[in-house]
């Protein structure tokens, strides 16, 4: 009986070290993944790989500006959830079936020198000057349903002074798109869904047509789907209340 315990400890142990060892693997390629998209820097508070279930859940996620500005954030993200396709992730391809953003806050920033801490976003930077085909990555990559939430944009404009001047922009996004194809694609689709019902691409002088472009057949296909969804809603009404004369 003593060693049967002591079996089911070692057996306890392992499975907590494996699971461990997952949590701290996922952690290091989702940095690395943003990283590659973003061109930042990605500070994750803790992440959970589901055992049974193909989810990660990732929370207090910081995406950092580069240096030279005053603000460390451009993006603070309270959680992220995401149900992947292993099978692909396993033949390298990054299919994922249904991710959840939770955007709380995101800062655009002026520094002193007039330089935009957007400006240091990789999609921005292809958008000034595109890779040529040769250069550019062609990984597999899918998300077949995306939640995004956005609450709150920030511009700060540290460009006239010492105290920067601040405006915010209260969003309340909540927002779903379907069957994204591209890793600039979901980039473009986020900063243009802060920044387009806002006065700040203008205040800071930002030019957002590339990037809403890009993200075109997104909005788009949302905007299809929301229309189609209105009218199947209003004809199931009108089935259920004859129109009377």
Same mark, same amino acid.
């Given at each position: ?25 996922? #952690?290091?390629?989702? /940095? ?10 990605? %500070?994750?508070?803790?992440? %959970?790989?589901?055992?049974?279930? &193909? ?14 500005? @005053?603000? #460390? ?23 994922? @079936? ?27 930077? @292809?958008?000034?000057?595109?890779? /040529? ?12 349903? *995306?939640? *995004?939430?956005?609450? #709150? ?5 540290? &460009? ?23 890793? %600039? ?16 691409? =203008? ?15 997104? *909005? ?6 929301? =229309? ?10 009108? %089935?259920?209340?004859?129109?009377? #004369?």
């Amino acid at each position: 009986m003593k060693k049967l315990g002591i079996v089911i400890i070692v057996i306890v142990i392992l499975l907590v070290g494996i699971v461990l060892a997952r949590d701290v693997i996922a #952690k290091n390629a989702v /940095s690395t993944g943003v990283k590659v998209m973003t061109g930042l820097n990605l %500070n994750i508070g803790s992440i %959970n790989v589901g055992i049974f279930k &193909s989810a990660i859940g990732i929370k207090n996620l910081k995406l950092q500006n580069p240096s030279g500005f @005053e603000d #460390k954030l451009m993006v603070d993200m309270p959680e992220i959830y995401v149900d992947y396709d292993l099978g692909a992730i396993l033949n390298k391809q990054v299919h994922l @079936e249904e991710v959840k953003i939770n955007l709380k806050e995101f800062t655009v920033v002026k520094n002193a020198k007039g330089e935009l801490n957007l400006d240091s976003l990789k999609v921005v930077q @292809e958008k000034k000057t595109p890779p /040529s085909e040769e250069k550019r990555e062609k990984g597999e990559f899918k998300i077949d349903v *995306l939640q *995004l939430k956005i609450s #709150k944009v920030v511009f700060k404009d540290y &460009s006239q002074g010492k105290s920067p001047k601040t405006m915010e922009f209260d969003l309340n996004l909540d927002e779903r798109y379907e069957n994204i194809i591209d890793a %600039n694609k979901l980039i473009s689709l986020i900063v243009t869904r802060a920044l387009m019902n806002t006065t700040i691409s =203008k205040l800071a002088n930002f030019d957002l047509g590339p990037l809403q472009k890009e993200a075109g057949e997104i *909005l788009e296909g949302a905007t299809k789907a929301a =229309k189609e969804a209105t009218e199947k809603a209003a004809e199931q009404i009108k %089935n259920i209340i004859p129109f009377k #004369k």
